[in-house]
């Protein structure tokens, strides 16, 4: 079974621009979470997506949002980048009736300059 | 609100020998689960071991194991007969029923040395 994926895997951006990141989780999971890891603040829960709603989402600006497709497949969006948005950021994907366990994906690496 | 609190910022051990990282929790809830996360250098993060709060018995994967100790909010992973791959971050995180929610700690980097 192919595991979660995540394109583009490296973007480099602009300050004021905005960008879309995209995850494909694993065949069957309707969860995708989305993170932020950052060396200094590790990782950060930005939002959950479950059959295209949102159940729960993190502490970031409203910059940051996120939706899911009716095929889970699910993208984030950052607006008006900022220098501090440059991070790695994770998708991972779960069956969350399966004792919670979350796969990630290998990352999207955003540079903001 | 949930906390996850990991006090190591970076171990070192031997190869073939044993290390234990520290992970200390914060909830007020009852139903959570508890999971210990590899993340090799440039790599993805992989599930290392998982275990569920109800549950008293010890969660075991193969040469990883956790000391759970849930009146002093403490997981703790054993990394048994270390070898140069479990050389990786790793982060400790919680999960709390109906939140779909994690919380990670701030993560341990591991070294091994040969």
């Known amino acids: 079974k192919a595991g979660v994926t995540q394109t583009p895997r490296y973007l480099i951006k602009t300050r004021g621009q905005q960008v879309t990141l995209s995850c494909s989780p694993i065949?069957?999971?309707?969860?995708v979470s989305w993170y932020q890891q950052t060396p200094g603040q590790g990782l950060q829960f930005l939002f959950e997506y479950f059959s295209e709603t949102q159940r729960n989402k993190g502490n970031f600006p409203g910059r940051f949002s996120g939706r899911q497709f009716s095929n889970s497949r699910s993208e984030m969006n950052v607006s008006t980048l900022e220098l501090g948005d440059s991070a790695l950021y994770l998708c991972?994907?779960?069956?969350?009736?399966?004792?919670?366990?979350?796969?990630f994906g290998p990352g999207t690496r955003l540079t903001v300059t | 609100a949930q906390t996850v609190t990991q006090s190591q910022p970076e171990m070192s051990v031997q190869e073939a020998e044993t290390v234990t990282l520290s992970c200390t929790y914060d909830t007020s809830e009852s139903d959570y689960y508890l999971f210990w996360y590899k993340q090799p250098p440039s790599r993805q993060m992989i599930l290392v071991i998982r275990q569920e709060a109800y549950k008293q018995q010890n969660a075991t994967e193969n040469r990883f194991s956790v000391n759970f100790q849930k009146a002093a909010k403490s997981f703790s992973l054993k990394i048994s007969d270390s070898q140069l791959g479990d050389a990786a971050m790793y982060f400790c995180?919680?999960?709390?029923?109906?939140?779909?929610?994690?919380?990670f700690g701030t993560g341990t980097r591991l070294k091994v040395l040969a």
């Open positions: 991972a994907s779960s069956l969350w009736d399966r004792g919670y366990e979350q796969y």
């Open positions: 995180a919680s999960t709390t029923s109906g939140t779909y929610k994690y919380i």
């Open positions: 065949s069957g999971h309707r969860s």
